[in-house]
């Protein structure tokens, strides 16, 4: 048993993880597997009993790197208006769509699994940021980040699909306007408004759409 555990499950995983980047679950086999590791598909009986193991461990690993992701810009304690949490946030899940766009179609449009973990792991934070720290009712924060929500996996889709190339000032532009629209049905947050450097950002946002 010593040469095979040579191949670690770390290493299973990975290799699972590339042929599914490339070409979706489907194209996830214990050959495929073993052919890319080098090895015969017994490293990889030796881990999991079956391949619904392995990908439910390939599932976990890209939940783990989109939260890592998102983490990275939760960018909530700050008080520059450009760093706000939803407009990061809204960011780097648009700037995810655009690099990479297969894995993007195939967590949340092929197969809404791993989508569905993303989502519950960062819907109630969310929620909880409109409430705790921009100060809007529950009722209203639930709503928001309904609608929100929705408005970004549109812009995701387009994005992703490579119709046309989107820059990262398009896409700021995008959530500007997103941002205003909510602001429109639901006001601006009350908690940032208190803050003078967020407060005419708003300013300027909501004047540009007059003109």
């Given at each position: 048993?010593s040469?095979?555990?040579?191949?670690?499950?770390?290493?299973?995983v990975?290799?699972?993880?590339?042929?599914?980047?490339?070409?979706?679950?489907?194209a996830?086999?214990?050959?495929?597997?073993?052919?890319?590791?080098?090895?015969?598909?017994?490293?990889?009986y030796?881990?999991?009993?079956?391949?619904?193991?392995?990908k439910?461990?390939?599932?976990?690993?890209?939940?783990?790197?989109?939260?890592?992701?998102f983490?990275?810009?939760?960018n909530?304690?700050?008080?520059?208006?450009?760093e706000?949490?939803?407009?990061?946030?809204?960011?780097?899940?648009?700037?995810?769509?655009?690099?990479?766009?297969?894995?993007?179609?195939?967590?949340?449009?092929?197969d809404?699994?791993?989508?569905?973990?993303?989502?519950?792991?960062?819907?109630?934070?969310?929620?909880?940021?409109?409430?705790?720290?921009?100060?809007?009712?529950?009722?209203?924060?639930?709503?928001?980040?309904?609608?929100?929500?929705?408005?970004?996996?549109?812009?995701?889709?387009?994005?992703?699909?490579?119709?046309?190339?989107?820059?990262?000032?398009?896409?700021?532009?995008?959530?500007?306007?997103l941002f205003a629209?909510?602001?429109?049905?639901?006001?601006?947050?009350?908690?940032?408004?208190?803050?003078?450097?967020?407060?005419?950002?708003?300013?300027?946002?909501?004047?540009?759409?007059?003109?």
């Amino acid at each position: 048993m010593s040469a095979t555990k040579k191949i670690t499950k770390n290493m299973i995983v990975d290799a699972a993880l590339e042929i599914f980047r490339a070409e979706g679950f489907d194209a996830v086999t214990s050959r495929r597997v073993a052919l890319r590791l080098g090895c015969s598909t017994q490293p990889i009986y030796f881990e999991y009993k079956n391949m619904d193991e392995l990908k439910d461990d390939i599932v976990k690993k890209v939940v783990s790197q989109l939260n890592e992701i998102f983490s990275s810009v939760s960018n909530e304690g700050k008080e520059d208006p450009n760093e706000f949490v939803y407009r990061s946030y809204g960011l780097a899940f648009l700037k995810f769509a655009q690099t990479d766009p297969f894995v993007f179609r195939q967590i949340y449009i092929v197969d809404g699994k791993i989508g569905r973990q993303v989502d519950d792991l960062w819907m109630p934070k969310g929620i909880d940021i409109l409430e705790n720290k921009y100060g809007y009712k529950k009722e209203t924060a639930i709503a928001i980040n309904k609608m929100a929500s929705c408005s970004l996996m549109g812009m995701a889709v387009f994005t992703s699909s490579g119709y046309k190339k989107t820059s990262e000032e398009e896409i700021l532009k995008s959530l500007e306007i997103l941002f205003a629209s909510v602001c429109a049905v639901y006001g601006p947050p009350p908690k940032l408004m208190k803050i003078e450097k967020f407060r005419n950002h708003f300013e300027k946002i909501m004047a540009s759409f007059k003109k």
